[in-house]
Structure formats: structure tokens, C-alpha cells
């Protein structure tokens, strides 16, 4: 059998848990970035969107037709 001092073990499992846990919240961060990103989008969409019909009917005196 391998003669691994047991600290040394601990240690390597400790590192590999904290490994862990880092690429568990950059996944959580990345897919909250993508979540923020589609979220600006629409809203940059929407907003042009109203620019538009302001632009084309200021006073919205053409929405009835």
C-alpha cells in the first residue's frame, strides 16, 4: 500500500473541496451574468421600441387605428 501520510491526504481532499466549491459559485455567477444579460436585452428592446411610437405618435393620438 501507498505510505501517504494521512495530513497530507486530508490536505489534498481539503484543496480538492475548496476546487469545488470555487467552480460551483463561478457556475452560479455565469449563469447569472446570463440571466442579467437577456434581462438588459429585453429591456433595451422594449425601450426602443417605445422610442419608436413615441417618435412615430407623440401624443398618442394614433393608437385607436
Known sequence: MNN??????????EALESIANSLSTL??????SKELKETLITNVDNMQ???ERLKSDPFGLNEGD
Open 27 to 32: 457556475a452560479e455567477d455565469t449563469k447569472a
Open 4 to 13: 501517504i501520510p494521512v495530513n497530507i491526504v486530508i490536505r489534498g481532499v
Open 49 to 51: 421600441n417605445a422610442i
